[in-house]
């Protein structure tokens, strides 16, 4: 079975200039994008995190099946926003979730299968690296593309979100985990390209 979804889609998009979730690509917002590769993949919930101010958004997915969750905080932290959608899925009982930015809209079906396939009793995260992200404090690692259990990675993040350090990648790396790097996707026909974050205007390019 497929873990259900959280997109996360609150940033303010300083560098792109504009909200990323409605970015044309190909035609079509960029997150219409997230949610149909999401939905082909087999994810049959799907969670939006964002803020309470988001309208154009909701106008956006009116006609998807979609649930909401809003981060009412006026700082922009991304572990209070995560730790707020994994608090919403704990309540509707999800085991397990598959996490996705709104930015990456070439996001494969079968990296997105493959990461809920491997995400086994004995684990508590399945996290995969990029070469793209190798050069970035993440170190080659994904996180925001992690697929992780609910309730361990709930307790983490608590325990670590009044450190100095808050890295997600840090932090979900310290759990039970298994790191998917390009020897493993590779081998299921993944390319770099999925794992492409459009954060400028050039990126769509």
Request: proline residues 4%.
């Amino acid at each position: 079975m497929i873990s259900p979804a959280i997109i996360l889609a609150g940033g303010e998009s300083k560098r792109m200039g504009q909200d990323k979730f409605n970015i044309d690509i190909n035609g079509k917002p960029m997150i219409i994008h997230v949610i149909e590769n999401l939905k082909s993949a087999g994810c049959n919930e799907i969670l939006i995190q964002t803020k309470q101010n988001k309208t154009e958004l909701e106008n956006v997915l009116s006609n998807y099946d979609v649930k909401w969750n809003y981060d009412l905080s006026d700082d922009n932290d991304v572990l209070k926003a995560l730790l707020s959608a994994l608090n919403y899925a704990k309540n509707e009982n999800w085991d397990s979730v598959q996490l996705m930015p709104v930015d990456t809209p070439f996001i494969s079906q079968k990296l997105i299968r493959k990461l809920s396939y491997l995400l086994e009793e004995n684990l508590e995260v399945v996290i995969p690296s990029s070469n793209s992200s190798k050069n970035t404090p993440s170190n080659g690692l994904e996180p925001l593309l992690s697929c992780l259990k609910v309730n361990p990675t709930i307790k983490k993040i608590n325990e670590n979100i009044n450190k100095k350090d808050r890295r997600l990648g840090k932090i979900l790396s310290e759990m039970k985990c298994l790191i998917v790097d390009e020897k493993i996707w590779s081998k299921w026909g993944v390319f770099e390209k999925s794992f492409k974050n459009i954060n400028y205007p050039n990126d769509r390019e």
